[in-house]
């Protein structure tokens, strides 16, 4: 089941479909000599009737970027990502904002890892890239492009969702207790914890950096989380895979406290 919100918004700037008044103003951008030959998806002279067929696809997503009922520029995510904005509005963080946006909304959910290509001289698209959380390929390959008229020199980066969800991972509340995914920082913690369980479930001390990278957050409702109270002490776990949520606590005082809120925070997971 595709999951990928109509639209997403972050203050002023929105994601949204494109409509049919916004293809002037994409045509234009399209067509521009300083967007075109950075894009291999696009066909030149641009004909807007290919872009909403491409978006008519299963999985694939085009999305216009708006501010102030102004369209920025746009970007597609589906099996790949790519993205244009419009000259006059480069340098001022609104890619960065939108894709923030659309990645957030694709690996909420399980998703496999997204790729992005750039051409090897766009210096701004790799350092966005970069800073977004992909990681460079280190073998370049050529690709062509309309713009160019010539297969180019080509670098893919590629998102995986456990990175994703490292940089920014989900901060979940649970009455006076949150959760968040658990790290390998997190292993001497666990591993007191774990000291105290008689479940199979809980693995040994020289298995728990396999265990944790086992069951790392990927999206979706599966995943190994730490429980932190509001003084901030990490005083149990949670682990939810196919087996069912299995709870965990360092006393039976915290587990008293926050086991039921817990549960059901776990249980609103997608």
Same mark, same amino acid.
């Given at each position: 089941m595709d999951q990928f =919100?109509?639209?997403?918004?972050?203050?002023?700037?929105?994601?949204? =479909?494109?409509?049919?008044?916004d293809l002037t103003a994409?045509?234009?951008?399209?067509?521009?000599? @300083?967007v075109a030959p950075w894009l291999a998806a696009v066909s030149r002279p641009f004909d807007p009737s290919v872009l909403l067929e491409h978006d008519q696809h299963p999985g694939e997503h085009i999305r216009a970027i708006v501010q102030s009922?102004?369209?920025l520029g746009?970007?597609? !995510?589906?099996?790949?990502?790519?993205?244009?904005?419009?000259?006059?509005?480069?340098?001022?963080?609104h890619m960065r904002r939108a894709l923030m946006l659309a990645l957030s909304a694709r690996f909420r959910h399980a998703a496999p890892p997204? /790729?992005? /290509?750039? @051409?090897?001289?766009?210096?701004? +698209?790799?350092?966005l890239l970069l800073r977004l959380g992909f990681a460079q390929h280190p073998a370049p390959r050529r690709l062509f492009f309309h713009?160019?008229?010539?297969?180019?020199?080509?670098?893919?980066?590629?998102?995986?969702?456990e990175q994703w969800h490292l940089l920014h991972p989900p901060?979940?509340?649970?009455?006076?207790?949150?959760?968040? =995914?658990?790290?390998?920082?997190?292993? =001497? /913690?666990?591993?007191?914890?774990?000291? @105290?369980? @008689?479940?199979?479930?809980?693995? !040994?001390?020289?298995?728990? +950096? !396999?265990?944790?990278?086992?069951?790392?957050?990927?999206?979706?409702?599966?995943?190994?989380?730490?429980?932190i109270d509001d003084i901030r002490r990490t005083i149990g776990a949670a682990l939810v895979d196919d087996g069912g949520t299995h709870l965990c606590f360092?006393?039976?005082?915290?587990?008293?406290?926050h086991r039921d809120s817990v549960a059901k925070a776990l249980s609103a997971l997608e």
């Open positions: =919100p109509e639209v997403l918004t972050d203050k002023e700037l929105t994601l949204r =479909p494109l409509a049919p008044a994409i045509t234009s951008q399209l067509n521009d000599e @300083r009922g102004e369209v746009g970007l597609c !995510i589906g099996s790949t990502l790519w993205y244009w904005l419009a000259p006059d509005h480069w340098g001022q963080g997204l /790729t992005a /290509t750039c @051409r090897e001289t766009n210096d701004a +698209s790799h350092a713009g160019t008229q010539r297969s180019e020199p080509c670098h893919d980066f590629v998102l995986a969702p901060i979940i509340p649970a009455g006076s207790a949150t959760l968040r =995914p658990a790290v390998q920082k997190d292993a =001497p /913690t666990l591993e007191l914890i774990f000291q @105290r369980q @008689r479940e199979d479930i809980w693995p !040994i001390a020289s298995c728990l +950096s !396999i265990f944790i990278e086992t069951n790392r957050f990927r999206g979706g409702g599966q995943g190994l989380f730490v429980i360092l006393d039976d005082g915290d587990s008293e406290r």
